[in-house]
C-alpha cells in the first residue's frame, strides 16, 4: 500500500517557476515507475514525465527542456520543476506511482496550477 500527498502549486504569470512535491509512504520499496499527469479543462489527462527508481526520464514533448523530474530517495518524494510555464500548463497535475509487478496506480490528490498571461 502506498499513500501519495501532493504539495505546491497554485498561481504564477507567464515565463515563470513553480515546483509540486509528492511524497509517498508506506510500501515505497515496492514502486517501479512514479509519474506527473495533468489535465486541463474538457480535456483527457496526460503524462507529463515519469521516472524510474533507477532515475531514468521521460518527458512530454510539450514540456521538454521546462521541467524536470527527480526523485529524493532520502524523503521517498517526487519533484517537478517547472521552468518557463505558458498558460496552456494550466491544470490539475497528479502524481502516480506505479506497483511493480501488480502495476497498480496510486495517485496523488492533484493540486493545481494556474499560469496567467
Known amino acids: 500500500q502506498v499513500e501519495l500527498v501532493q504539495s505546491g502549486g497554485g498561481l504564477v504569470q507567464s515565463g515563470g517557476s513553480l515546483i509540486l512535491s509528492c511524497v509517498a509512504s508506506?510500501?515505497?520499496?515496492?514502486?517501479?515507475?512514479m509519474a506527473w499527469y495533468r489535465q486541463a479543462p474538457g480535456k483527457e489527462r496526460e503524462l507529463v514525465a515519469d521516472i524510474t527508481m533507477s532515475g531514468t526520464t521521460k518527458y512530454a514533448d510539450s514540456v521538454k527542456g521546462r521541467f524536470t523530474t527527480a526523485i529524493d530517495f532520502a524523503e521517498n518524494k517526487l519533484w517537478l520543476q517547472m521552468n518557463n510555464l505558458r498558460p496552456d500548463d494550466t491544470a490539475v497535475y497528479y502524481c502516480?506511482?506505479?506497483?511493480?509487478?501488480?502495476?497498480?496506480?496510486?495517485w496523488g490528490q492533484g493540486t493545481q496550477v494556474t499560469v496567467s498571461s
Open positions: 502516480n506511482a506505479e506497483q511493480q509487478g501488480t502495476w497498480y496506480l496510486y
Open positions: 508506506g510500501d515505497f520499496n515496492s514502486i517501479g515507475v
